[in-house]
Structure formats: structure tokens, C-alpha cells
């Protein structure tokens, strides 16, 4: 299941070691990649962060490091894809769960899906990959190319 995750991911949407303080910056980072790479419209950073401050992505996994999952509407996307950013340090999204209650993210996949089907389909792709500590672990620790696609194959 995870395999099919790496070829979602566009290689020039990966950015590991992030150093940053906000969600709003990670997101318009990963944003950036997917726009550069074709993926998405202008309007697309913008509409993630409305969305993810009305409906968030944060998912508290019970491990050393959580997960946040932002998206927007189709409407905002070119082509399917889904960017990916370690961050040095963690920053606060809110739980998709409970919004009142923050959660400290240290990973975060960006997805850019033009098929609300499609949406369902990959974040159970997504679920499927950080339920293993093992994966989220080899992530945080990926310092390559290479080691992503290691743990994602």
C-alpha cells in the first residue's frame, strides 16, 4: 500500500529538515514545491490554510512525532500530487479530531487531489504509512532522496 504512496510524491515536493515555526510556512512551502512542479494553481496555498482553519489536519499518533494531512478543494488543483516536509522542529496544527486541542506536527503531507474520491483513497494511503513508528521514524531520520523512497517503497 505504502508503494503507491512514493508515486504520489514528486520527488522536487520533498523537503526534509524543515526549520520553521509555523504551519502557515510549512504549508505555503510545500504549496510552492507543488506549484513550481505544475501541480496546482496560485490559489492553492491560500485555500489550504482557509481550510485548515476551519477544518485541521493535525493526528495525534501517540508516537514521538505526529502527522498533519493539509488539503484544500479540487478546484485549486492541476494534477493529482502530494508534497512531503520533515520539520526540525515540531509546529502546531490543530487536531482534525478536536480543534481545540493542539498537536505538535513533525511531519507533514501536503496533498493536492483534483477527485474528492480520490482524497478518501490517499489520506487511507497516508494512515496506512504513519501508523508504523518504524516509518514515521525512517523519515525523520531520511536525509536523502533515496531514504524517503526507501521507506515509502
Given at each position: 500500500?505504502?508503494?503507491?504512496?512514493?508515486?504520489?510524491?514528486?520527488?522536487?515536493?520533498?523537503?526534509?529538515?524543515?526549520?520553521?515555526?509555523?504551519?502557515?510556512?510549512?504549508?505555503?512551502?510545500l504549496?510552492?514545491?507543488?506549484?513550481?512542479?505544475?501541480?496546482?494553481?496560485?490559489?492553492?496555498?491560500?485555500?489550504?490554510?482557509?481550510?485548515?482553519?476551519?477544518?485541521?489536519?493535525?493526528?495525534?499518533?501517540?508516537?514521538?512525532?505526529?502527522?498533519?494531512?493539509?488539503?484544500?478543494?479540487?478546484?485549486?488543483?492541476?494534477?493529482?500530487?502530494?508534497?512531503?516536509?520533515?520539520?526540525?522542529?515540531?509546529?502546531?496544527?490543530?487536531?482534525?479530531?478536536?480543534?481545540?486541542?493542539?498537536?505538535?506536527?513533525?511531519?507533514?503531507?501536503?496533498?493536492?487531489l483534483?477527485?474528492?474520491?480520490?482524497?478518501?483513497?490517499?489520506l487511507?494511503?497516508?494512515?496506512a504509512?504513519?501508523?508504523?513508528?518504524?516509518?514515521?521514524?525512517?523519515?525523520?531520520?531520511?536525509?536523502?532522496?533515496?531514504?524517503?523512497?526507501?521507506?515509502?517503497?
Amino acid at each position: 500500500m505504502a508503494e503507491a504512496l512514493m508515486n504520489h510524491i514528486d520527488p522536487e515536493a520533498i523537503v526534509l529538515g524543515v526549520d520553521t515555526d509555523s504551519r502557515e510556512a510549512v504549508i505555503r512551502l510545500l504549496a510552492d514545491k507543488l506549484k513550481a512542479a505544475g501541480y496546482v494553481k496560485d490559489s492553492f496555498a491560500e485555500a489550504v490554510l482557509a481550510r485548515e482553519a476551519t477544518m485541521p489536519t493535525g493526528l495525534p499518533l501517540g508516537h514521538a512525532v505526529n502527522v498533519a494531512v493539509p488539503h484544500t478543494d479540487p478546484d485549486h488543483v492541476v494534477k493529482p500530487g502530494i508534497a512531503l516536509a520533515t520539520l526540525k522542529n515540531p509546529v502546531t496544527f490543530a487536531n482534525m479530531e478536536d480543534p481545540d486541542e493542539a498537536v505538535e506536527v513533525g511531519l507533514v503531507f501536503l496533498m493536492a487531489l483534483n477527485d474528492k474520491d480520490r482524497q478518501i483513497e490517499m489520506l487511507q494511503e497516508i494512515m496506512a504509512t504513519i501508523q508504523s513508528e518504524e516509518a514515521i521514524s525512517g523519515l525523520m531520520q531520511a536525509s536523502s532522496l533515496d531514504d524517503v523512497a526507501a521507506v515509502l517503497k
